[in-house]
Each structure stands twice: as C-alpha cells, then as structure tokens.
C-alpha cells in the first residue's frame, strides 16, 4: 500500500532553535495534510497543501509542499515550550482511498 | 456542536472479554474512522466509513468489527480481546470528501490485561 515517510522520529531543541520535519512518498500526492497532537491529546489539523511548490505560513510555522508533490516540510521559527508535541504529515493519493498518516515527529523543547 | 465524542475514556478488560467502544458526531459529516495509536507510535486506520451503511476495512482491521447504521454513530466492535488490542483508539470525522479536514475525538485508552 501507499506509504508517506516521516524523519525525525523524535527531534530535542532547546527553546529559540528551529525545528524542521520532513515527509516523503514514493508516489505523487494529491494533497497532503498537517496535524499536531499534544501529550495526551488528540490530533488537531493545521494546514492542507493542495498546489506544486506551494509555501503557507502560519505565524512561526511555514509548511511546504514539494514540487513534484512526492515531499513535505514543515518547519517551525525559534521554537516555544508551547510547540511541544507530534506533527503527523497525512498525505492523499486518489479516489476514495482514505488519508495515508506518517509515523509522526516528536518534537521535545528544553527551556 | 460537541463535534466527535468517545466513549469510554478509559477500560481494562480482560483476555478474552469484548467491548464496544462509541464513537458519534453532531457535525453531519459522510465520513467517519477509526484509529489506534501504540504507545509513542503513529497512527493506523482499522475501519472506515464513507456513509450510513458502508464501511470499509483499513490497515489493521483485524480483530474488529465496525457499523454504521447512522450518520452520528461509528461503534467499534471488540470480541474476544487479546494485550495486543492495548492502544489508544480515536475516532475521527470529516465532511463530504475523503481529503478534507478530519476532526478527531478524545480517544479510548484501552489496557487488555
């Protein structure tokens, strides 16, 4: 089955670094989604990116989707103790085949 | 709107016993999932629902059963539970396509000891 690949698993900063994720497809995506999930929460979506080369900001966070649509980041500015959590990218490939969720990236801020 | 409510919160069970874990939006959406998520892991589909009266099996559908006889209500069948089926289980919701938005409930954490 489709496959969308996340790296870091897991990425420690220390507060004011930055912090980028990265998600990968072998396979072109239609589109790709971004969540965030808190300790003991639940996922919460972010952003959808739909064009080729396509950039959103959100404050601190500027999500990019790759030319060719096969890859993602999301990057976040001078992080904050208030970003800790797990970005999940979830991609869509075509027809009525549900969304493809990465592993995930767990991002730990030191203060 | 409550948006995607879950119940219980939290259940033990036993080797062998069967629950089955509530799920149910206010939100009228088409489309509706289960998810479990291992400890420190991501996320993976067990069912999935385009409608009343259709779901659809996901990664992991194993040891589950699911049914949709409305549009507010996705129950999750477990028989004959196994400490694999330990997990956190979410549902989540969304409108009318398969690529938008998907709202996720509370979750269950489920313990099978």
């Known amino acids: 089955g489709q496959q969308v690949m996340q790296i870091p698993q897991y990425q420690h900063v220390q507060e004011g670094e930055d912090f980028t994720t990265y998600c990968n497809s072998s396979t072109t995506l239609s589109n790709i989604q971004w969540y965030k999930q808190r300790p003991g929460g639940h996922p919460v979506f972010l952003i959808q990116?739909?064009?080729?080369?396509e950039v959103k900001k959100q404050k601190r966070l500027t999500f990019q989707f790759g030319e060719a649509k096969k890859n993602s980041s999301l990057h976040i500015t001078a992080t904050q103790t208030t970003d800790v959590g797990t970005y999940f990218c979830?991609?869509?490939?075509?027809?009525?085949?549900?969304?493809?969720f990465g592993k995930g990236t767990r991002l730990s801020v030191i203060a | 709107n409550a948006g995607v409510t879950q119940t219980p919160k939290f259940r033990i069970l036993k080797i062998g016993q069967s629950m089955t874990l509530q799920c149910a939006q206010d939100?009228?959406?088409?489309?509706m999932y289960w998810y479990r998520q291992d400890p420190g892991m991501g996320l993976k589909l067990i069912y999935y629902?385009?409608?009343?009266?259709?779901?659809d099996k996901g990664e992991v559908p194993n040891g589950y059963n699911v049914s949709r006889s409305t549009t507010e209500d996705f129950p999750l069948r477990l028989e004959l539970a196994a400490p694999s089926q330990t997990s956190v289980y979410f549902c989540?919701?969304?409108?009318?396509?398969?690529?938008?938005?998907?709202?996720f409930g509370p979750g269950t954490r489920l313990t099978v000891l």
């Open positions: 979830a991609g869509w490939y075509s027809g009525n085949t549900p969304l493809v």
């Open positions: 990116l739909v064009k080729s080369g």
């Open positions: 629902s385009v409608g009343a009266g259709i779901t």
């Open positions: 989540a919701s969304s409108t009318s396509t398969i690529t938008d938005t998907q709202y």
């Open positions: 939100m009228n959406h088409n489309y």
